[in-house]
């Protein structure tokens, strides 16, 4: 599976009939009271999970009328999770010139300045964590025709071009723009800006000849971009925002007549996260290795890990109508975590495979979509528990159940961190045999023929 479209064919789903409840089933239970409904065994609707390795994840896709190809954030460093091990998450990025002209012939050039805008409110883990960064070019060009997966590195030169020790920085500062040939100071949103101070550099820009300037597919064949890694193992990832209109790299040159102006090359036609993994001991690693006591359901975004679901007693209900099918999830506190740092995933996605081997979403999460309301229809969002009690993820499965018991899509179910690329967050789960807080598939439903 390389990917997959959340604008499925939009599939109705009738309000009337996932309020209209009836009987209640909580799958893993004990039996229920024989007059309620017409279920002889109870037993067979455990529920039962597998972790499963994440999937190839699209990082960068073709553009369309409708879509950059880009990402809306774009994460860095190394991540040590005690439970899933270590995330080692990269940038390698194309740059190319704002304005197809020449910065000038016989300027005298000041510095040179990679401006990253943070994408703040998606930094993950450990707030205060320090990268150790390292900035080299890259050693070949992206293909402008090809889509780009977590799972693909292109080569770098072994030189660093620029190294950089850096803590995010979560305020607004102050700047001096030049955009308009006139120094204006300027509060931007938190940024990280790193001087590249290497002049073999500065004069390879500056050396690239003025014609290559008007064609930015030519400009890419010179100049074939970027890649930034940190060399430190810490307890948390950084977010960059690579689409802000004030991103790239900037050149701050002076004119024959002594002014200062600005030059700006800008992240495209590409840029893609390359994403490495090292489960080693760590708990997802075991679980991915085969281990047969797998106490939690462990998910983890950027092709991380998934949970494979599968509930075995759906397949003797018969003649039956869904009213309403909630499958509950309770956030795990697992022996060894650090929940302080790392945070449960903002929402869980619930797929399954359709009859070509891909995965799909459910249709009750692409219903949800269609209306825009992915809280009322489908739900699957985090929700935290209030004294002591664990947090909650409730997910609507009422026409996807039904299309179980119809035959029409496989028993299997599987659920991810939501958003895939754009989350770095991860989510321990109780598994259905746990006492208290075990996942539950809660079913209301009309039995026909009675």
Do not use: W
């Amino acid at each position: 599976m390389k990917h997959f479209s959340c604008y499925l064919t939009v599939l109705g789903l009738s309000l009337a009939t996932v309020f209209s409840c009836t009987n209640p089933i909580d799958t893993g239970s004990d039996l229920l009271d024989e007059d309620l409904v017409n279920v002889q065994n109870i037993d067979t609707f455990k529920i039962t999970t597998t972790a499963v390795p994440g999937d190839s994840l699209l990082v960068y896709s073709i553009p369309t009328a409708a879509s950059s190809g880009f990402i809306s954030r774009y994460f860095l460093g190394k991540m040590n999770d005690p439970i899933m091990g270590l995330t080692d998450v990269a940038i390698q990025t194309q740059l190319v010139p704002a304005f197809q002209t020449h910065p000038g012939l016989g300027i005298t050039v000041d510095s040179i300045v990679l401006v990253l805008p943070y994408s703040t409110a998606n930094i993950y883990g450990d707030k205060a964590q320090r990268y150790d960064l390292e900035i080299r070019e890259l050693a070949d060009s992206f293909a402008l025709d090809k889509n780009y997966y977590g799972n693909q590195k292109l080569p770098a030169n072994a030189g660093v071009l620029q190294a950089k020790t850096f803590a995010v920085n979560f305020d607004s500062i102050k700047i001096k723009d030049y955009s308009t040939n006139t120094a204006v100071e300027t509060k931007v949103p938190a940024q990280l800006r790193i001087p590249i101070t290497d002049p073999e550099f500065k004069a390879k820009l500056l050396g690239i000849d003025t014609a290559v300037y008007k064609s930015r597919v030519k400009f890419i064949k010179a100049f074939y971009g970027l890649q930034l890694k940190t060399t430190n193992i810490g307890k948390a990832l950084a977010a960059f925002d690579l689409t802000s209109s004030r991103a790239g790299l900037y050149m701050y040159f002076k004119t024959s007549t002594g002014s200062t102006q600005e030059y700006r090359y800008v992240f495209g036609f590409v840029a893609a996260n390359s994403i490495t993994r090292d489960r080693g001991t760590s708990l997802l690693g075991k679980y991915l290795a085969g281990e047969p006591n797998q106490e939690y359901i462990l998910l983890q975004g950027q092709e991380g890990a998934n949970s494979k679901f599968t509930i075995p007693g759906l397949k003797n209900l018969k003649n039956v109508i869904v009213n309403k099918a909630e499958l509950v999830l309770k956030v795990a506190n697992v022996p060894g975590d650090e929940p302080v740092f790392f945070t449960p995933s903002p929402r869980i996605l619930a797929m399954y495979r359709n009859d070509k081997g891909r995965l799909t979403v459910v249709e009750d999460f692409d219903a949800a979509v269609q209306t825009n309301n992915l809280d009322l229809y489908y739900g699957g969002n985090y929700v935290s528990g209030v004294n002591n009690e664990p947090g909650t993820y409730t997910i609507n499965l009422s026409a996807h159940v039904q299309n179980i018991i119809k035959g029409k899509v496989p028993n299997d179910i599987y659920l991810k961190a939501f958003p895939l690329a754009e989350s770095a967050a991860r989510t321990t789960l109780y598994r259905a045999d746990h006492p208290l807080y075990g996942a539950k598939l809660k079913l209301y439903y009309t039995q026909l023929g009675q």
